[in-house]
């Protein structure tokens, strides 16, 4: 038995993955807004301008298709994952290009040399981000997965819409 076989663990990475389907028709339907998300065990929070029944027909159809074995709509590119894996191989290279330093002068002197091996961190971190959504974060397999609401809250010119899920 892994961490990820826990029920409230599956419950999160199924709906996870369902909030990226949703993410990914939208952004083809809408391309130039800005939208982002949130999962938990009971659903999703989608923020940004959308309209709820255009939101309540994406993630119809994101359900549907990731039924259908579209399991590539469960990775997104701005997926919060992509971004704790750079931050990760790119602090973990810079600081171990610190060890041993003592100075303050050694420091700056190996300030160029961290630089480097940040962004090397960067580069290396690119495809990791989508394989560890794929294998850990985000599954493409909805399984029992169903809808049970999609409801608008606002606070005053902004809304979000939260997506409520059982199964």
Same mark, same amino acid.
């Given at each position: 038995?892994?961490?990820?076989?826990?029920?409230?663990?599956?419950?999160?990475?199924?709906?996870?993955?369902?909030?990226?389907?949703?993410?990914?028709?939208?952004?083809?339907?809408?391309?130039?807004?800005?939208?982002?998300?949130?999962?938990?065990?009971? =659903?999703?929070?989608?923020?940004?301008?959308?309209?709820?029944?255009?939101? &309540?027909?994406?993630?119809?159809? @994101? #359900? *549907?298709? +990731?039924?259908?074995?579209?399991?590539?709509?469960?990775?997104?590119?701005?997926?919060?994952?992509?971004?704790?894996?750079?931050?990760?191989?790119?602090?973990?290279?810079?600081?171990? =290009?610190?060890?041993?330093?003592?100075?303050?002068?050694?420091?700056?002197? &190996?300030?160029?040399?961290?630089? @480097? #091996? *940040?962004? +090397?961190?960067?580069?290396?971190?690119?495809?990791?981000?989508?394989?560890?959504?794929?294998?850990?974060?985000?599954?493409?397999?909805?399984?029992?997965?169903?809808?049970?609401?999609?409801?608008?809250?606002?606070?005053?010119?902004?809304?979000?819409?939260?997506?409520?899920?059982?199964?």
């Amino acid at each position: 038995m892994t961490i990820l076989d826990f029920p409230i663990l599956s419950r999160i990475c199924r709906n996870h993955g369902l909030e990226h389907a949703t993410l990914n028709i939208l952004n083809q339907r809408f391309p130039n807004r800005t939208l982002a998300g949130y999962s938990s065990p009971s =659903g999703f929070l989608v923020l940004g301008a959308v309209p709820t029944e255009d939101l &309540r027909a994406a993630v119809i159809q @994101a #359900l *549907a298709r +990731l039924h259908a074995g579209e399991r590539h709509l469960a990775i997104h590119p701005n997926c919060g994952t992509n971004y704790v894996v750079c931050g990760f191989i790119a602090g973990l290279l810079a600081w171990l =290009g610190m060890a041993g330093a003592k100075s303050k002068r050694e420091k700056v002197d &190996r300030l160029p040399f961290v630089i @480097a #091996l *940040a962004m +090397l961190g960067f580069m290396l971190s690119q495809p990791l981000g989508p394989k560890i959504q794929e294998r850990i974060t985000a599954s493409g397999d909805p399984e029992s997965l169903s809808i049970v609401d999609i409801f608008p809250i606002r606070f005053g010119k902004f809304t979000l819409h939260r997506v409520v899920t059982q199964g």
